[in-house]
């Protein structure tokens, strides 16, 4: 269920918040009205009309908003921003704020900004409809041109792109019992700040305030785009009630299918998805582990341990367009994206969910930090960290990576005459491994998890594409989940992030998928 807010919310806002001029606009402004309004009950007010709710997805692309209309078009501003309409999966407007040298003004919505698909739609839009989000433009090839590169709509959620990204996985502020059977909560972003940056500013901020039945936040945006796109996130969330699973740093994405899973029948693309694998380096340890990302049968929460986190990310590791032969949709040029913490933030588990799903419409993949502590009403907690969207290479390992990872019958040829087995292949490349000879003596490491016998593994140079292939031989129990984890290393020292991977019984590898 998600949990929304409509128009009355909006004006309730505008006329609750003291005037303020630019010289007062701070963030501390943002986060008392977050504190005061964590004290006050939670109310889901009505939402924009049935028939804008109504619209399928094609209808409401075609409301195009006019670039000319354009919040600092026609300045020296390298930035502008493009208002949104609700509709569809929007179906709440928010407040609007440019913060600028004459103080903060609340932009009203406008319909004459918008191109619509015919004039019996137009004519039934309210002039007081309202906007339901931006997105931020700026110009990532040339100076005359520019490009969507960050876009704020939708609960709490965000999506960014590098210089050569499409759109893919998004972030949130907040997430809230995300995947438990209680139902998960959406907070979302009532309301926002847009400061104008100086005439050739390559930095702009966003402020956000964020309110749900469990959970208010004030936010800081200072928004670096470029080759990566780089967000300076900080948050300070106020408890209305008890969270059993709070979620800092929430990205979102989608995984249909990959070379590790089964191709859903009659799809004659190699593979479908946003994100390829989960990585994440705890600062304690040093180490840096890779989970390739699977699409369940049924629900699955992963919860990961972690002392002193150093970054996770969902990364898209799959960067050629080969394999995935999808000329419109492009998931070659997805975005990776990384969660870098500031400070200290102690123990905690870095939660992933996976979502079964038919389609490749739906995001059904969710990582986030969850900390040890409880989370109790009353509480604030702040935490900053630095959000990045662009390639796989963003997190800066020195270690070499999985690059792909193939599983199948460990009971035919090819794969081995084991019954009941699995032939799982990861290759890795990089890092140490990149200045090897095919002679070096490189050995494996393997582990299987409770009920998983490892019959064999080995390690093989591949010329033609310069990888070192690690090939295991396992078999779990009958009803066992197929639980690994490997790594490789010469004389005694790791060469290689360690790879781990879990597959449900029953997940369809040996047969087509159901």
């Known amino acids: 269920m998600v949990f929304v807010r409509g128009l009355l919310a909006a004006v309730w806002l505008v006329f609750a ?118 997105k931020l433009t700026y110009p990532m090839h040339d ?65 956000g305030l964020l309110d749900g039945p469990s959970v208010t936040g004030a936010y800081r945006f200072q928004i670096h785009p470029g080759e990566s796109t780089r967000v300076e996130v900080t948050a300070q969330v106020f408890l209305r009630e008890d969270i059993q699973l709070l979620g800092f740093a929430p990205l979102t994405s989608m995984f249909y299918y990959g070379e590790n899973t089964p191709r859903p029948v009659g799809e004659w693309r190699p593979q479908v998805h946003d994100s390829d694998g989960l990585l994440i380096h705890d600062g304690r340890s040093g180490e840096w582990l890779w989970r390739p990302l699977i699409n369940p049968r049924k629900l699955r929460m992963s919860f990961l341990e972690v002392e002193n986190l150093r970054g996770f990310g969902l990364l898209q590791r799959n960067s050629e367009f080969s394999q995935f032969e999808d000329a419109e949709a492009r998931y070659d040029a997805r975005p990776s994206a990384w969660v870098e913490p500031k400070g200290v933030w102690g123990k905690g588990q870095i939660v992933l969910v996976e979502i079964p799903t038919r389609s490749e419409t739906h995001d059904n993949i969710v990582a986030f930090w969850h900390p040890a502590e409880p989370t109790l009403a009353g509480q604030q907690l702040s935490r900053e960290y630095t959000l990045r969207f662009g390639s796989a290479t963003l997190p800066g390992q020195p270690s070499a990576a999985a ?100 597959l449900p019984p029953q997940a369809g590898v040996r047969g087509a998928m159901n």
């Not at 809230?176 to 901020?205: C, H, K, Q």
């Not at 690059?403 to 090819?414: A, L, P, S």
């Open 143 to 207: 100076d005359t041109t520019q490009n969507q590169f960050l876009v704020f709509a939708g609960a709490s959620y965000f999506r960014g792109v590098g210089r050569d990204n499409h759109f893919g996985l998004s972030a949130r502020g907040i997430a809230v019992d995300t995947g438990l059977p209680s139902g998960e909560e959406y907070p979302m972003f009532v309301e926002y700040w847009i400061e104008r940056p100086a005439a050739g500013a390559d930095v702009m901020t966003v402020y």
């Open 403 to 502: 690059q792909q990872t193939f599983v199948g019958d460990g009971n035919r040829v090819g794969g081995g005459a084991v019954e009941g087995a699995y032939r799982v292949i990861v290759d890795f490349a990089g890092g140490k491994l990149a200045g090897l000879g095919p002679g070096a003596s490189v050995v494996s490491s393997v582990t299987g998890g409770e009920r998983v016998e490892v019959l064999e593994h080995f390690v093989e140079y591949i010329a033609p594409e310069k990888y070192w292939r690690l090939s295991m031989l396992v078999r779990p129990a009958a009803d066992a989940i197929l639980s690994l984890r490997a790594f490789l290393s010469l004389d005694g020292q790791p060469l290689t992030e360690t790879w781990t991977y879990e």
């Open 17 to 134: 918040i003291p005037c303020v001029d630019a010289a007062t606009f701070t963030f501390d402004v943002v986060i008392d009205q977050a504190r005061a309004l964590a004290k006050q009950p939670y109310q889901a007010l009505a939402q924009v009309p049935q028939f804008l709710r109504d619209l399928e997805y094609r209808q409401y692309q075609e409301i195009r908003f006019k670039p000319e209309a354009s919040l600092w078009r026609g300045s020296k501003s390298k930035f502008q921003v493009m208002m949104m309409s609700p509709g569809t999966y929007y179906s709440q407007p928010v407040t609007l704020h440019e913060v600028d040298s004459d103080g903060v003004h609340t932009i009203a919505f406008d319909k004459s900004n918008f191109d619509y698909p015919n004039e019996s739609l137009a004519k039934r839009i309210p002039a007081d409809t309202g906007y339901a989000g931006f």
